[in-house]
């Protein structure tokens, strides 16, 4: 089975940090993506790449950067957290182009 | 107009019941279809992918229509554990874009 691990499972932070989110898969995907989940406005998408230092802008990626520095790991990101960046933050591999999903557990982010 | 629409719920029925979801989509162009469940506060998880012949896993069946252009999946006896959020995923034919519904809640009752 693919594994995809996020570092951490809760998170706390306070506005104005800079903030890293981790995530590694183990099944040699190319494509990774980052997506937020916040009620009522379902997954949203931040960056995702296709390949070791490639990266594209998803649908709101103002506020947040990416780095993929090595295929297995694929991290997020918050230059400067804001309390509007509070969100559960998921990340997700593909095996290749419209392939299927899969998801990290998870996490959830608060800034305060 | 959404790329990918579902009603929301939440849909309440008995421990047995049938119960069907439907989420319709925009672009005819559109190749890959799934069916994700959602537990509250988890990751989704793949259900099934949605094949244009349509598929069945167990009491599960998925099924797509391209001319209507929708996906639907139909539980069959269900459990209190099918009680989740369901949510549809759709990916035109064109590079690495994945547009989820906003999922459908199911809450099955004893």
């Known amino acids: 089975d693919v594994k995809v691990t996020q570092s951490s499972r809760y998170l706390v932070k306070r506005t104005g940090e800079k903030v890293f989110l981790e995530c590694v898969q183990d099944?040699?995907?190319?494509?990774m993506f980052w997506y937020r989940q916040d009620p009522g406005l379902g997954l949203r998408l931040i960056y995702f790449?296709?390949?070791?230092?490639?990266?594209e802008k998803g649908d709101i990626p103002e506020g947040y950067s990416v780095s993929r520095e090595k295929k297995e790991r694929f991290s997020l990101i918050l230059e400067s957290a804001s309390t509007n960046q509070t969100s559960m933050y998921l990340c997700?591999?593909?095996?290749?182009?419209?392939?299927?999903?899969?998801f990290g557990s998870g996490t959830q982010l608060s800034v305060l | 107009r959404k790329e990918v629409e579902q009603d929301p719920g939440p849909f309440n029925v008995p421990e047995g019941a049938t119960v069907a979801f439907n989420c319709t989509y925009s672009?005819?162009?559109?190749?890959?279809f799934f069916w994700y469940r959602q537990d509250c506060r988890k990751e989704p998880k793949l259900l099934m992918s949605?094949?244009?012949s349509g598929n069945e896993d167990g009491r599960f069946t998925a099924q797509l229509n391209r001319a209507s252009q929708y996906i639907s999946l139909l539980i069959r006896d269900s459990k209190l554990s099918d009680s989740a959020t369901y949510l549809c995923?759709?990916?035109?034919?064109?590079?690495?874009?994945?547009?989820f519904g906003s999922g459908t809640k199911l809450n099955v009752k004893p």
């Open positions: 099944m040699d995907h190319e494509n």
């Open positions: 997700a591999s593909t095996e290749g182009k419209n392939e299927k999903l899969f």
């Open positions: 790449s296709y390949d070791v230092k490639m990266k």
């Open positions: 995923v759709v990916s035109p034919g064109n590079f690495n874009k994945f547009y």
């Open positions: 949605v094949y244009s």
């Open positions: 672009n005819s162009a559109s190749q890959s």
